[in-house]
């Protein structure tokens, strides 16, 4: 099993520990810089994120993707806003012109404040992976019939739909930790997307995929989101972890934000914060800012030196993780440092481990 990596590209250099320029919300030199950076570091892919408030994650991968040659992109998307057969033919052009580097992340929405500032005020969380999973029907119909479709559903009524551009091979990815989103991952998912949980957590959110994908002849690949800290040594990494969580505590008081007290909207969040108890979890799970933040999104992290984030990056290789999605608090000088001091020592580890299973099955 290969392992893959996928970094990051925002639209500024800000995080939760650096506030971004306001006058700069999209920053063109920025998002330059760390596509190049990435490319130039090994990563095979990056996020390009999705908000209801925040540039548009298509333009940017067009945009990132005529900058690269061999950079992947993986671009956020949300149901519902957009014509499944539109969005289809957006996506297999952007593929087409990008030269097949293209994947979708599938971002349904658990958040009612987030939804209703794009015009969904009326929909809840079920149905909206209910209006997900008969979107991403329609979408492969585009994608893959060869001649004119009808489709009649709850949501959606399509007559003789046809797209004459086909992606080469869009990936789709996925997250959700409810019972309904794990369904729809079952039957959608070429990868299933999961934040950084324990290795328990993670090793039964693979099983539960894979018993939904199985019922549908599916076998999915899964990808775990991590913000890594490292540094030469165990100690310093340690240091640098507690010097980022005092900065997201200083900045989150000093906007008027919550450091405690949180109530996430979605089953994910919910468990994740369960989680960040203590600070440290398994070895080196580090949960500080999920624990200030709410979990909000990707806010867990491995801490060590490289090679000891590397070793743990291999227990949850071990349980059937094939992809790591890694972004830092210092966003384009992490990615750098990813690329130079991480992913090397992952890939080898990964080759060397691949290697001795061959001989023993040999």
Not at 159 to 176: H, T, W
Not at 288 to 307: D, F, H, I, R, W
């Amino acid at each position: 099993m290969s392992v893959k990596f996928i970094g990051y590209i925002g639209f500024n250099n800000g995080s939760e520990t650096q506030s971004a320029v306001r006058s700069r919300v999209l920053d063109k030199e920025y998002v330059d810089a760390a596509a190049k950076a990435q490319e130039q570091g090994g990563f095979d892919r990056v996020l390009i994120p999705f908000g209801s408030n925040t540039p548009e994650s298509q333009i940017v991968a067009a945009h990132a993707a005529a900058l690269t040659s061999k950079l992947g992109f993986l671009v956020a998307h949300r149901p519902g806003f957009t014509q499944p057969t539109v969005a289809a033919r957006q996506l297999a052009t952007l593929d087409q012109l990008s030269g097949g580097r293209v994947a979708v992340h599938i971002i349904t929405g658990g958040a009612d404040e987030e939804m209703a500032r794009d015009g969904d005020t009326k929909s809840v969380k079920a149905e909206r992976y209910a209006r997900t999973d008969e979107y991403l029907t329609v979408l492969r119909q585009e994608w893959t019939e060869a001649q004119p479709f009808d489709h009649q559903g709850r949501f959606y009524d399509v007559k003789q739909g046809f797209s004459a551009i086909k992606p080469d091979n869009l990936p789709v990815f996925f997250g959700g930790s409810s019972e309904e989103a794990i369904e729809v991952a079952g039957r959608h998912a070429d990868v299933y997307a999961l934040w950084g949980e324990t290795l328990e957590q993670v090793g039964e959110t693979v099983r539960q995929v894979r018993r939904s994908a199985a019922r549908f002849g599916r076998d999915p690949g899964f990808s775990l989101s991590l913000r890594p800290v490292i540094a030469d040594t165990e100690e310093a990494a340690w240091k640098k972890a507690d010097e980022i969580e005092e900065q997201v505590r200083e900045n989150r008081l000093a906007a008027g934000l919550p450091v405690t007290g949180h109530r996430p909207a979605n089953v994910g969040s919910l468990r994740l914060l369960d989680t960040a108890q203590g600070n440290r979890r398994d070895t080196r799970l580090w949960t500080g800012v999920a624990a200030l933040t709410g979990a909000a999104g990707n806010s867990t992290g491995l801490v060590g030196t490289p090679e000891q984030v590397a070793d743990a990056m291999l227990e949850y290789y071990d349980i059937g993780i094939d992809h790591f999605l890694i972004r830092g608090f210092d966003p384009l000088g992490d990615s750098i440092l990813y690329g130079r001091e991480l992913l090397p020592v992952v890939r080898s580890k990964v080759a060397a481990r691949d290697e001795a299973q061959l001989a023993l099955a040999g």
